[in-house]
């Protein structure tokens, strides 16, 4: 496993199930996170700066159930041993690459712009039930 961060990354030492976390944007521009759970670094954790540049982080093969995380940045490099690392990316992109969006003509949208304005005023809702046959 292999994830490369481009510019500033956020670093925080988390108290809980999850105890380091990693916030910034993938090559290539969509965002992620790393959340390391049970993390321990080579050297500690505690001296970890709260904004790291340029971040790789690199799965190395480990021995036992731990998995062993090369953490590699501008500022510093460190081994972190952890439980497990999930890491999140922002789906957005590739989402609405794939479902296009579907064009709402201007008079439908004008339509529910002063539908809703309306409803706003106190008693319109009523009044509009009124108008259509309802209760």
């Given at each position: ?44 954790l505690t001296g970890l700066p709260a904004t790291l540049h340029d971040v790789r ?32 990316r922002d789906a957005g992109r590739a989402f609405f690459a794939a479902v296009p ?35």
């Amino acid at each position: 496993m292999r994830v490369e961060f481009e510019g500033p990354v956020e670093c925080a030492l988390e108290s809980g199930a999850v105890t380091l976390s990693l916030r910034g944007r993938e090559r290539g521009g969509a965002g992620a996170a790393a959340l390391f759970a049970g993390a321990s670094g080579s050297s500690g954790l505690t001296g970890l700066p709260a904004t790291l540049h340029d971040v790789r982080l690199v799965e190395r093969a480990a021995a036992s159930s731990a998995r062993q995380v090369g953490l590699q940045s501008r500022e510093l490099q460190l081994d972190v041993v952890c439980r497990s690392l999930q890491v999140h990316r922002d789906a957005g992109r590739a989402f609405f690459a794939a479902v296009p969006p579907v064009p709402v003509p201007a008079a439908t949208r004008l339509g529910w712009a002063v539908l809703l304005s309306v409803l706003r005023i106190p008693g319109a809702a009523q009044l509009l039930a009124a108008l259509r046959g309802g209760r």
